[in-house]
């Protein structure tokens, strides 16, 4: 969660994994965009407005808004999903699932998290190297002109979150 002390009321941007063991609705957050991916078991999600969808590993990314009612159910559980919130007008933030089979070269935002879902993952970026397994995670903060290498020990799955 940012700003460091922040709480659910007044951060800029929080990301955070979660269990979801059983059918209901998801908290109301005001002012806030919410990004989520299932990372595994299968979610379908009824967001006001907008047609039934259903959510699972493969599946992209799903954006909506958090100050609209939105029910989940359980399709095949337990689901584990990530989720990015933002705070409108202070920050925005980009999800993307990356299959990663050959080293990928990425430019690096002020704030970059990447979680490692599957396969090993050795990350290079500046003068540093992490190798990431399954639930690693690491964030990048400050100069954006940076470029963070991604080299696949194998097929590997990985979320990048960008916050800006």
């Keep these: 969660m940012h700003p460091a002390g922040a709480n659910l009321d007044d951060f800029d941007w929080r990301v955070s994994m979660a269990q979801v063991g059983a059918d209901g609705p998801f908290s109301i957050f005001a002012d806030v965009d919410r990004h989520l991916a299932v990372l595994e078991g299968r979610l379908r999600l009824e967001i006001a407005g907008r047609p ?20 989940a159910s359980v399709v095949d559980g337990p689901v584990t999903d990530l989720n990015v919130m933002t705070r409108r007008g202070r920050a925005t933030a980009r999800l993307q699932r990356l299959h990663i089979d050959t080293p990928l070269e990425r430019a690096v935002a002020a704030t970059t998290l990447l979680l490692s879902r599957a396969g090993g993952l050795r990350l290079v970026c500046a003068d540093r190297t992490d190798v ?4 690693d995670a690491v964030i990048s903060r400050g100069k954006t002109d940076r470029h963070m290498r991604l080299e696949p020990q194998g097929p590997s799955v990985a979320f990048l979150i960008e916050v800006t």
Aim: proline letters at 21%; a negative charge.
């Design 52 to 71: 039934p969808l259903e959510l699972s590993p493969g599946s992209p990314t799903a954006e909506f808004p958090g100050d609209v009612p939105v029910t």
């Design 132 to 135: 990431l397994d399954v639930n």
